[in-house]
Antibody, heavy 117, light 107 residues
Framework: EVQLLESGGGLVQPGGSLRLSCAAS????????MTWVRQVPGKGLEWVAG???????YYAESVKGRFSISKDISKNTLYLQMNSLGAGDAAVYYC???????????WGQGTLVTVSS | EIVLTQSPATLSLSPGERATLSCRAS??????LAWYQQKPGQAPRLLIY???NRATGIPARFSGSGSGTDFTLIISSLEPEDFAVYYC?????????FGGGTKVEIK
């Protein structure tokens, strides 16, 4: 059974940093592309970042230069390092597994990031 | 960046009725479009990938069609559990993007 479990969310001050983790199981993590998507409660979905089979990384313009996506294959864990956080980054962050060409067939339950002083 | 426009924003229908949801892309995405369903408090669920392929476990009442810039998700006969928000996502070019969503509500 595929499982994705996010952690690392919480309250952070503007300008601060946070690292989200997504523990994966039930599939071949090492060869699967993965994605982070965020959602402000009550609003729509926003694609944030993706990492491909060869660890190539892609980012939304809104986070480029501030966020970094990575995978630790030895730990079956996906990460999202978030720096210079602002109010616009506050959201529930989901990790998701790629099925085919970045369509996302399994999602975690999400972790909430709050940015406030 | 490819912009996806979903219409209508809200669709008010009764159980048993047919739902037709539209997603229009600002430029061609070929057939690289996915549809998701999201219910309150839950993560999105993949319904359709590559424009017309149903994901595992998705009932046959859900169907997707289209290519290029115009796509449609049809729910042939609404079940009570189908009332939710639906999003399209283009998987064609970076950055990937989602549409703003269509809420299917009970009339």
């Amino acid at each position: 059974e595929v499982q994705l479990l996010e952690s690392g969310g919480g309250l952070v001050q503007p300008g601060g940093s946070l690292r989200l983790s997504c523990a994966a199981s039930g599939f071949t993590f090492s060869t699967n592309a993965m994605t982070w998507v965020r959602q402000v409660p009550g609003k729509g979905l926003e694609w944030v970042a993706g990492i491909g089979n060869s660890a190539e990384a892609y980012y939304a313009e809104s986070v480029k230069g501030r966020f970094s996506i990575s995978k630790d294959i030895s730990k079956n864990t996906l990460y999202l390092q978030m720096n210079s956080l602002g109010a616009g980054d506050a959201a529930v962050y989901y990790c998701a597994k790629d099925l085919f060409r970045w369509s996302l067939d399994y999602w975690g339950q999400g972790t909430l990031v709050t940015v406030s002083s | 960046e490819i912009v996806l426009t979903q219409s209508p924003a809200t669709l008010s229908l009764s159980p048993g009725e047919r739902a037709t949801l539209s997603c229009r892309a600002s430029q061609s995405v070929s057939s690289y479009l996915a549809w998701y369903q999201q219910k309150p408090g839950q993560a999105p669920r993949l319904l359709i990938y590559e424009a017309s392929n149903r994901a595992t476990g998705i009932p046959a009442r859900f169907s997707g069609s289209g290519s290029g810039t115009d796509f449609t998700l049809i729910i042939s006969s609404l079940e009570p559990e189908d009332f939710a928000v639906y999003y399209c996502q283009q998987c064609s070019s970076w950055p990937l993007t989602f549409g703003g969503g269509t809420k299917v509500e009970i009339k």
